[in-house]
């Protein structure tokens, strides 16, 4: 297996699926532990260099998969900030009313 592959599998392994339905607060913190958990790989890849990714035969399906991973991230935070921010506007509203 070649260093590229290792790196690119030990990324998939430290990028979970975020958490479906959970609270803004859960995913935020699911997110702090995935990034602390890629660290280690992303260092190792940049090391490597875009050259020994191209290089492997089979780093494309890996890749794919982690830019598949990456998006549902993006979307799940986008989701939990739109979340966020409704509840902040409730309590804006409820606090207006009570004025």
């Known amino acids: ?19 479906a339905g959970a609270e ?22 940049y090391a490597l260099g875009k050259e020994a990714v191209e290089t492997d035969p089979n780093a494309s399906e890996l890749v794919a998969l982690i830019r598949d991973r990456d998006r549902a991230w993006t979307r799940a935070f986008e989701l939990a900030h739109q979340e966020l921010n409704l509840r902040r506007t409730n309590v804006r509203r409820l606090r207006q009313r009570r004025r």
């Open 1 to 19: 297996m070649s260093a590229a592959r290792k790196a690119l599998e030990g990324l998939i392994a430290a990028t979970p699926e975020p958490p």
């Open 24 to 45: 803004p607060g859960d995913i935020v913190e699911a997110g702090r532990e995935m990034v602390r958990a890629r660290s280690q790989w992303m260092s190792e890849l």
